[in-house]
């Protein structure tokens, strides 16, 4: 292929959370191999890259009036081992030149991110303070034009565009349902999306309605800081594990009368707060019906090729829209064959033939019963996309096996299992133990985390 043919086109990207910022790098990648690189305009909300990992202590809505998307908190970990989302062209290694633990805080992944597209002048291709108001498409120029705020300056100007990437995510817009009596509870009621910390539910008996990462990760949290109890409220499933004196599961709330929550089980108790650990809505509110993709979240939303093309017009591409095991690392395997589409590396078969290969994977979806078999198809699909570009390869079966260890690691202990240790596909090297555990750390400062105790100290003492 003529390593210049692709220089007028324009590709926009909108969001540059980590699935943006793999869009971004898989480009350089091959910019670095002598291709021509075509326009690339990545168009960010907040003022900083990194997405939800760019933590902000604003709810509803951020300082220009736009809605928040952050949903992170003060205290979060990796709630999966960091061995399992390492980018396999930029090694933990190689960003902090001594292994660190499998379970690093918010801040030290933050920074992780920000290592790899530090390297190169990935930030001359952002515009912060954007947002991407209304989109559409072109059927004869085959081009979309899309509808930009700058924030800053309080101006709507338009761009014209040969690819669009949306890499919005979809964990920011919460899904909120209705309990009957729930308007006359006296105490705090409040979706996960806005929970920025444990530390007002100390001494609090509290509430979470659901039974997935959220209110698994927000329970623990509570309880660790402090709060009196914690019970979790499934609707379908409850987590089902050995929970510590202090944390319980009850089936689904009925409704409340004040400060009382009624379970199907009869079971009634009161509580000072409520918070809807509920998930969230794929929402596209700058997308046309015909563009945009609707889905719940799950392991592979329809319509879209490869799990990223939007079948009916693939130059609109989908990034990291499914629900994750993977991460990082799915995001970088998805972007680089993008990029491959776009840089006319990769031939598309027919719409047919795409409609069936997404058929295939829909159905072997449909059949997966257990956690255990989600991890194994994520893997599957993980292959897949890896089989298709040059994104450098890592062993996805042990990236498989370890998910699978670490489910069973948070079924024996919730509370320890991020004092677990893994190693590495990428490098080989095995994760340090942290020097506290987790339960008894509650500084989740990079300077703390990468401290290295006493023996930090003695070296400061001799210099
Ligand atoms: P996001 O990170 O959501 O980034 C999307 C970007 O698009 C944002 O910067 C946003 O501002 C921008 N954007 C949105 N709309 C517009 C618009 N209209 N115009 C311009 N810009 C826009 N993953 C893990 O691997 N480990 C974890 O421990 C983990 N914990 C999590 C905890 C919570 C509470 C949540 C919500 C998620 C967690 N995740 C975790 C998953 C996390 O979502 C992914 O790691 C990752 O952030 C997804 O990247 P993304 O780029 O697809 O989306
Ligand atoms: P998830 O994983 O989508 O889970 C949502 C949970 O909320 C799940 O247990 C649902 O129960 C429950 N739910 C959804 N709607 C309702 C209603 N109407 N009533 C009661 N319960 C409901 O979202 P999370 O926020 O936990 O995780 C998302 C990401 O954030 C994840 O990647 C983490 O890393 C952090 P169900 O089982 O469907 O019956």
Redesign the pocket.
């Known amino acids: 292929m003529n390593k210049n043919s692709m220089k007028d086109k324009r590709i926009g990207i909108?969001?540059?959370?980590?699935?943006?910022?793999a869009q971004i790098r898989a480009f350089e990648a091959l910019k670095e191999q002598g291709y021509a690189m075509p326009e690339i305009i990545c168009?960010?909300?907040?003022d900083n890259?990194?997405?939800?990992?760019?933590y902000s202590w604003r709810t509803g809505v951020g300082k220009y009036g736009e809605p928040l998307?952050g949903?992170?908190?003060k205290y979060?970990?990796?709630?999966?081992p960091k061995e399992c989302?390492e980018f396999s062209d930029y090694s933990f290694d190689e960003h902090f030149k001594k292994p660190i633990s499998s379970y690093p805080p918010r801040p030290v992944?933050f920074d992780y991110i920000q290592g790899r597209i530090k390297k190169s002048n990935a930030r001359d291709y952002i515009r912060f303070d954007?947002?991407?108001?209304w989109v559409s498409f072109d059927e004869n120029s085959k081009k979309f034009n899309v509808i930009l705020d700058d924030l800053k300056i309080d101006k709507t100007y338009s761009e014209e565009l040969d690819y669009l990437v949306v890499?919005?995510?979809?964990?920011?817009t919460p899904n909120m349902p209705y309990f009957k009596g729930i308007e006359n509870f006296p105490g705090t009621v409040m979706h996960?999306h806005d929970f920025r910390g444990a530390d007002q539910f100390k001494d609090r008996n509290i509430l979470l309605i659901g039974s997935s990462?959220?209110a698994e990760?927000i329970g623990v949290q509570c309880y660790k800081h402090g709060a009196k109890s914690v019970t979790l409220s499934y609707r379908s499933n409850p987590i089902g594990i050995e929970w510590p004196e202090g944390i319980k599961e009850l089936p689904m709330v009925t409704h409340f009368e004040g400060d009382t929550a009624f379970f199907k089980d009869g079971t009634t108790e009161v509580y000072d707060a409520v918070i809807m650990c509920t998930g969230?809505q794929h929402k596209f509110?700058?997308l046309p019906d015909e563009l945009r993709l609707k889905t719940k979240n799950n392991l592979f939303p329809d319509n879209l090729y490869k799990g990223i093309l939007f079948n009916a017009l693939p130059q609109l591409i989908y990034?990291?829209m499914q629900d994750?095991y993977y991460?990082?690392n799915m995001?970088d395997a998805q972007a680089w064959l993008a990029r491959d589409f776009m840089m006319n590396r990769l031939t598309l078969p027919k719409e047919t033939e795409r409609r069936m290969d997404i058929d295939k994977w829909l159905d072997r979806n449909n059949k997966l019963e257990n956690s255990l078999d989600n991890v194994d198809f994520q893997s599957d699909y993980i292959k897949d996309l890896l089989s298709l570009s040059d994104y450098p390869h890592f062993n996805v079966d042990k990236v498989a096996e370890m998910f699978k260890e670490w489910l069973q690691d948070k079924e024996e202990n919730i509370l320890t299992y991020r004092d677990k240790t893994y190693q590495s596909v990428v490098t080989g090297t095995m994760a340090s133990q942290h020097h506290t555990e987790w339960m008894d750390e509650l500084d989740d400062s990079k300077e703390r985390y990468l401290y290295q105790g006493e023996q930090e100290e003695v070296l400061q003492d001799n210099l």
């Open positions: 909108i969001g540059a959370g980590p699935s943006g910022l168009f960010e909300k907040q890259w990194g997405g939800m990992w760019n998307h949903s992170m908190y979060l970990w990796s709630n999966g989302l992944l954007t947002t991407v108001r890499a919005s995510g979809h964990f920011s996960a990462y959220s990760d969230y509110p700058f990034l990291g994750q991460t990082f995001f």
